[in-house]
């Protein structure tokens, strides 16, 4: 596993990495790197046989990257994990995409 620092990112991407969010789908929508793809961490195992060479992981912190990275590694993928994360990216002024909200329909009148 190779720790990739928010500038290198664009390297791996570059070589066809998988960005690999593995946050849940409701932080996923809140704030996520372009072209990334959601993969929760508790899922991992059960798709294991959907991923290839390159992956870099990524999680809020870093911390679930490192697990997620750890396991990819183990099953022999080229493996890197973000520093500090979509917090830290974020936080060095790259952007994030969100998911557009969901219209809530509105309140219907009551009959008078």
Not at 1 to 14: A, I, T
Not at 37 to 56: F, G, H, M
Not at 61 to 77: C, F, H, I, K, Q
Not at 85 to 108: F, V
Request: charge should be negative; aromatic fraction near 6%.
């Amino acid at each position: 596993m190779q720790d990739v620092f928010p500038n290198e990112l664009s390297l791996w991407q570059k070589r066809g990495a998988v960005l690999l969010d593995v946050r849940s789908p409701e932080e996923f929508a809140s704030g996520h790197i372009p072209g990334s793809r959601n993969l929760p961490l508790e899922q991992l195992l059960e798709a294991l046989d959907t991923l290839k060479s390159p992956v870099v992981t990524i999680c809020a912190t870093g911390s679930r990257a490192g697990l997620a990275a750890e396991v990819l590694g183990y099953e022999g993928l080229e493996v890197g994990k973000l520093v500090g994360g979509i917090q830290g990216y974020a936080a060095q002024g790259y952007p994030l995409e969100r998911a557009p909200r969901q219209a809530t329909p509105p309140e219907e009148a009551p009959c008078s």
